[in-house]
Structures are given as C-alpha cells and as structure tokens.
C-alpha cells in the first residue's frame, strides 16, 4: 500500500474552496429568506396608476382639437385629390398642372403640420410622465423604506407574483392622498 500523499497546492486550494462552499449551503437558505426583494412593473404603472390616467386625458384634451384639424385637413386633401383624379382627363394642361402643385402643397403643408403637432404631443407626455414617474419613485421609495425592502427592480425579464408590488404601487399612486404630491 501507498501511504497517503500529500495534496498538491492545487488540490488544496480546490479542497479548501470546496469545504467553505459545503459550509455555507446549509446557510444559503436563511440568507435567502431573509432577502426582501420586490419588482415594480413600470409600463403597468404608467396605464393604469390614477395620475397616468389623468396626464392622459389633460393630453387628449390638450391636443384633441388640433389632432381633429389635422384629419379635417386629410380629408380636405383626399377630397380634393380624388377631384384632380375624376378631372384630370377633362382639363386644360396648364390647369391640370396648376391643381397637381396646389394639391403638392397642401400635402406638404398637412406632413409639417403633422409633424408639428407630433413633435409638440411627445414633448408634453414627456413633460407630463416625467411628473408620473417622479411621484411613482416617490411611492416606491416610501414602500421600500416603510416595509424594509432590500432590493426593489424596475426592469427584469422575469419576476414571480410573490414579489411583484406593482399593485401596491398603483394603489398608492391612486389614493387620494397622494394626488397632492
């Protein structure tokens, strides 16, 4: 028989590492639970919380009227184009060229004035989610100090109801209470 042979350094090293990581299984457990972790799904907060809702509906009426405009102005310009299109055969050249420009022009009129009003619209939402969004963070902050949170996630792939306190979020946001804020 051989004796026993000494391990090289290697080995002890890797044996060591072993012995700590079977130490600390038992206790992984306990560690786990006592880790309080919640997730806020944000997209859900922002459709469904009480200040999202009215930030909605302040941006509707807001921008109601010029979005009807705009329409008006389509079918005004769809109108019209169907007319060219009907006369076409029937007019004069300089006349049918004269109705084809004015037609690129109002064209080119509804396109700016649709981006216009496009890029006015998606300044105030965000001017108007960016106060939902602080006031949401200001409910989250609370709940995590308040119930003694370790970790709360705005973003995961994955997040299991048990966690999930989306809900909470919405509720707090929705109470009247908070509508002051």
Known sequence: MKPFAKPSTTQAVKLAAALLLASALPAAPALAQELK???????????????AKAAQTKLEAEFGKRDRELNEMANR??????????????????????????????????????REFQEDLNQRRNEELASVVERANRVIKQIYETEKYDLILQEAIFAGPRIDITEKVIKALSAPA???R
């Open 37 to 51: 972790i919640g997730y806020v799904n944000s997209e859900r907060v922002l459709r469904e919380a009480a200040p």
């Open 178 to 180: 908070s509508a002051g």
């Open 77 to 114: 310009l769809k109108a019209a184009a169907d007319k060219f299109d009907k006369d076409k055969a029937a007019l004069a050249p300089a006349e049918a060229q004269r109705r084809e420009r004015e037609l690129v022009e109002m064209d080119r009129d509804l396109q700016r004035k649709r």
